[in-house]
């Protein structure tokens, strides 16, 4: 099982994320993320841009998860929200790697179709893919999957695999960062996940 952490607010410190946690989560985001996706279609069909920060506002309120950071060290606050208080914060500096990389596939059309080819084409096992599940906004992927050590650190991590399953053009590489959080979406958006590996279920 990786360690994995979350967090359900963007002001609380990070904690171990279970099997449970990943169920609460995300029954917790699926009403929001139909929210989110309602108000950034109704920005691409009429341009307006209060429905694009209203989308961005209400992704923010999602459910997170830091998959690439097992856990966070004890330190103390510097930011606005926890200046002065000591907890687990995320910070990239205060990081411990997982053993997990994230690819944040964006732009890529239909999300659906992009994953029925690349199933169709690659065995998720042999690959160490653990999870794929539709973003947020509902026009990408998250892709986690397992480090492997001879491509080197996460961003050429992502590289290589990004580039072994053709989709290089979609990947975002804000993703380099440790501490990056993953906003999780609902049940029906995950489209494939290894439960044992993830969270020894």
């Known amino acids: 099982m990786y360690s994995i952490t979350y967090q359900t607010n963007m002001w609380l410190q990070m904690e171990h994320m279970g099997w449970k946690e990943w169920q609460q989560c995300l029954k917790l985001a699926k009403s929001i993320v139909a929210e989110v996706r309602h108000e950034y279609k109704a920005y691409l069909e009429t341009g307006d841009k209060a429905h694009k920060d209203k989308a961005d506002e209400l992704k923010r309120s999602l459910p997170g998860a830091c998959f690439q950071a097992a856990e966070f060290a004890v330190s103390t606050g510097t930011k606005k929200y926890n200046k002065g208080k000591r907890g687990c914060w995320r910070e990239q500096r205060h990081a411990y790697l997982s053993g997990l990389v994230v690819i944040d596939v964006d732009h890529c059309g239909n999300p659906q179709e992009l994953y029925e080819r690349i199933k169709t084409q690659f065995d998720m ?19 986690v999957f397992k480090a492997r050590p001879e491509w080197g650190n996460l961003i050429c991590n992502q590289y290589e695999m990004a580039q072994l399953l053709g989709i290089l053009d979609y990947v975002d590489d804000a993703c380099k960062d440790s501490s990056r959080l993953s906003f999780l979406t609902s049940e029906d958006d995950v489209l494939y996940v290894d439960s044992k590996q993830l969270f020894n279920h």
Request: proline share 0%; aromatic share 6%; charged share 25%.
């Open 125 to 143: 096992k042999a690959e160490g893919i653990l999870l794929i599940y539709i973003s947020a906004k509902g026009e990408g992927l998250k892709i």
